[in-house]
């Protein structure tokens, strides 16, 4: 017998071990229903005329525990399709590491929304607060999922933070526009940039199988 | 060399498709039968007469339940798999020990 087989043995079974820990369902369909809830958050808000900013902030927490039932209800669909546990231990080691940035943020909205008469500036900063604490929660539950999740977090806090620097100038210069565009750039990034990145991962993920 | 651990080894574990299951389950709590076949990348046939053997030896146990109307079927360690893996991974490193003195 080879002097080395010993060695790969160990190394198979700790490859073995990781992936066992890895959560492994497809992840196009709960981001593009996550994409998709929230972009049709941003047209109900800026059509409705959602700007007042404790409106504004109470309606992104509603669509926030919408999306967040969406994509169990998707997680949930994917399961019974298998035939396999929905609360496994991959899925709870994902809403693990999901859980604090997201609690996180919902503190943070509800410190800014629930005083009387918040002003609509400091209402603002709450989309980029949101994505950096959002872009933190995937960040960290991609240690526990493949396909780029770190990264597509690392996108989140980018933005955030590129966001939070032009409400900080705008702030500074000329004011801030209505709260109402905020729902906007609410739909491009967390509608917008879920479905592009739930339509790269569908047609990614079908090739995949298909191979 | 001395052969003492790798004859020690155990055999129904040495196995290539038996090492992947009885790995995949010392990582998890359970896991159902497609998320083990999937992960292995096994047929049916195949991986249902490795646990079958598993089963046997008394290092896997079988939980049939139903998850909203469709059948579950997970598989876990028992606790006497779980020493035998152990034990199984102790010789290896054993084995491994040994041939680097070797060198």
Known sequence: MEPGWASEHLQVIRTLMERAAVYRRALAPTTLVTGGIGAAAALIGWFMRIESPRGFGLFWIAVSVVAVCGAFWAVRSQALKDQEPFWSPPMRRVTQALLPPLVAGLVAALLVVLPEGAPPARVWWLPPIWMVLYGCALHAAGFFMARGIKLFGWGFMVLGCACAVAVSLRLDADGLPALRNAHWLMGATFGGLHLAYGAYLYLTEKRKNAA | ?103
């Open chain 2, 1 to 103: 060399m001395n052969p003492e651990p790798f004859l020690q080894l155990d055999r129904v574990i040495h196995e290539k498709g038996r090492l992947g299951i009885m790995s995949l389950l010392a990582a998890s709590p359970q896991l159902a039968f497609t998320e083990l076949r999937d992960t292995l990348n096994m047929t049916d046939g195949n991986i249902t007469a490795h646990l079958r053997t598993l089963q046997e030896s008394g290092y896997v146990a079988v939980t049939k339940s139903f998850q909203s109307g469709r059948p579950l079927t997970t598989f876990a360690l028992t606790a006497q798999g779980r020493k035998a893996f152990a034990t199984y991974i102790d010789l290896l490193e054993q084995i491994v020990q040994q041939s680097k003195g070797e060198k």
